[in-house]
Nanobody, 125 residues
Framework: QVQLVESGGGQVQPGGSLRLSCAASGLHLGQYVIGWFRQAPGQAREGVLSSSEPNGRTYSMAAVRGRFTISRDESENTGYLEMNGLNTEDSAVYIC??????????????????WGRGTPVTVSS
């Protein structure tokens, strides 16, 4: 059974940083693309960062470009979302998702097969 479990969320002041983790079980991350999405209260889920291959080209939404990056530790079977320069508009539940890599950039919710439950991030002073 595949499971994705996010952690690392919390409350941070504007300008602060957080690193979110996405621990995978039931699959080997070396063969999968990890994408990160977020959903703020009352708003639709939106894609934050995704890639075309496990360690390949990444795509980030304009609002986080230059501030957020993704990485992974395959020995730990864990993906990471590094967030810097956080602002109040980044407050949301952050959710990781996984799909087998096929060389195509995965940007949409429908591109992913497996989902975590999310970890909340609150940016406030």
């Amino acid at each position: 059974q595949v499971q994705l479990v996010e952690s690392g969320g919390g409350q941070v002041q504007p300008g602060g940083s957080l690193r979110l983790s996405c621990a995978a079980s039931g699959l080997h991350l070396g063969q999968y693309v990890i994408g990160w999405f977020r959903q703020a209260p009352g708003q639709a889920r939106e894609g934050v960062l995704s890639s075309s291959e496990p360690n390949g080209r990444t795509y980030s939404m304009a609002a986080v470009r230059g501030r957020f990056t993704i990485s992974r530790d395959e020995s730990e079977n864990t993906g990471y979302l590094e967030m810097n320069g956080l602002n109040t508009e980044d407050s949301a539940v952050y959710i990781c998702a996984a799909v087998v890599a096929d060389g195509l950039l995965k940007l949409r919710e429908g591109d992913y097969d497996y989902w975590g439950r999310g970890t909340p991030v609150t940016v406030s002073s």
